[in-house]
Every structure is written in C-alpha cells, then in structure tokens.
C-alpha cells in the first residue's frame, strides 16, 4: 500500500504536466500500469524484506545492508554515490533527470538485543543477545526500492522528466543521521521527501511536531577524576564514576520540571573498569 502510494503521487507530480490537454483519463491510466507493476515485484520485495532482516546490522555498521540494497539499485541503473555527509555506510542512489526531484528515505538500522525468529510471537531470539530488527527497519528500504524500480521502469518508457533520489535513514536509533544529511546540503535541491516506516495500520502523515517526530541531540559527557586503589587508599582518588551519577540524579531532578513534549534518556557507556579501583574516566 506505502509502495502504491508512491508511486501514485511522484507520477502525479512527474506526469500531469506532460499530461495535460491529452485525454482526461491518461493519468489514471498511468497510475494502473504503476500498480501492476509492483505486483510483478511481489516477490523480489518480500526477498528483500527478509534479506534485510536478516544482515540485522546495527546503527553506522550496516554495511552488509548497504551493500545488497545499492547492489539491487546500482544493477536497475541507479547512480550511487557512497559516503556520504561523511558517513561510511550512508549513500544515495540517484535516477533521471529534471524536476520535480522526489527523494525517498527509510530507516535501515536494528537495535541491540533484538534479535528474533521470524513469525514467532513471542521472544525467541535467532541468537542469544544479537541484535535484531524490532521496529521492522528492514521492511521501509524494500518499499522505497519497490516503488525507485517501477517509477524508473515508467519514466524511461514515457519518456517522463522527473529525478528519484533514494536515501537510506543510517543510524537512526543511535543517532538520527538525517540532521547530518540536511547539514551536508543533500536535500537542497529535492522537492519532496516521502518516508517509510513500518506501522499498525495503513496511513499516511506528515510531521506535526508531536513525540514520534520530535529532533534529537545526543551529546557524550566525559569526566576524568584521578584512580586510587580503592581497598588500600581509597581517599587518594577522584571518582569519574561519582561525577557520572551525580549528573544523572541532577537531571532526573531537571526532568520534572521540564514539559510533556520534552524526552530525555542516557545510558553510562563507561563505569570504569573494576570496583578495586577508584575509576579515572566514566561517560554518560
């Protein structure tokens, strides 16, 4: 339904002007000729969704995802270019020529500890403590590339003027590197993003601001204190440790007082390294 819908609105914005004084039903037309074709692709995209789901890469190490998605890209003739905004497993794969420049973006990162049978409904996971595709990241990129596929097979035969950039949502549990793609200008000439993501129900939405499509900081604090060994003389240290937790009680207080709309999660990343010594570094 998301790999219709599409493919619906980028002909409607690549075709009707094309279309335009031709008979009144050309376009819908179009748009059957769409339809038909990603039933031909039925199977190619649920290959895809289980490739994905199961290279299960966490975030910046999705390079074995990457490599498959921009293989199938690259083989349709899709330019790639890879790297990109400095990120090695980020890339873009770009068709066509013209305006309007339509871009699609998914999500193709796991999380950690998710791993999981597929078809199971409960936690039964492929291997203990890998991880796994909780939140369906592997089913957005087979929708998009679906949708580049047949949009590239119509506009090569009707000669159609229309540019599709594909990009892929990198490390976006860890870290939401889209603020990096709009920093490094790649959406300055795009006229529209349309995005994927797997759901409960068949829906379309834009952004309104509310918690699932708030922006994100992630900021890395680091103290250093001074190490001592802590059964011998434990007062010759400077806990880093001490200074890590401190911060995370401070800002549980501040938490309270912040608004709904507000979230706020850490995790210690660094507790030191064991409890005989007072540690000299933690991070939070």
């Excluded at 690549?14 to 039925?42: F, M, S």
């Excluded at 199977?43 to 390079?63: A, C, P």
Aim: proline share 5%.
């Amino acid at each position: 339904m998301k790999t219709v819908s599409f493919v619906v609105l980028f002909l409607t914005l690549c075709a009707a002007p094309a279309l335009l004084g031709q008979q009144p039903g050309a376009l819908r037309t179009l748009e059957e000729e769409a339809i038909k074709e990603v039933d031909k692709l039925q199977t190619l995209t649920q290959q895809m969704v289980d490739e994905i789901f199961s290279f299960s890469e966490l975030g910046f190490q999705e390079y074995e995802t990457s490599r498959y998605v921009t293989g199938i890209l690259e083989k349709n003739g899709f330019h790639i270019e890879r790297e990109i905004a400095g990120i090695p497993t980020a890339w873009v794969a770009s068709y066509g020529h013209g305006k309007p420049v339509i871009g699609f973006i998914t999500d193709l990162d796991c999380i950690p500890r998710a791993s999981q049978k597929p078809g199971v409904a409960y936690h039964d996971p492929l291997i203990d403590g890998a991880p796994g595709h909780g939140e369906g990241h592997n089913s957005g990129m087979a929708v998009n590339v679906t949708a580049a596929l047949v949009l590239r097979k119509l506009l090569e035969e009707h000669h159609l003027a229309g540019t599709l950039k594909i990009f892929p949502g990198v490390a976006e549990e860890l870290l939401g590197t889209k603020a990096f793609y709009v920093r490094a200008g790649l959406f300055r000439d795009v006229d529209m993003v349309l995005g994927a993501h797997v759901g409960s129900e068949f829906a379309t939405s834009y952004a309104t601001g509310n918690g699932m499509f708030s922006g994100l900081v992630s900021v890395q604090y680091f103290f250093r204190g001074k190490a001592a060994h802590a059964a011998m003389a434990p007062w010759e240290g400077r806990s880093a440790l001490d200074a890590v937790e401190l911060m995370d009680t401070g800002w549980d207080f501040r938490r309270e007082h912040l608004r709904p709309a507000q979230r706020s999660h850490r995790v210690i990343i660094n507790g030191g390294d064991q409890p005989n010594v007072v540690p000299s570094e933690a991070a939070v």
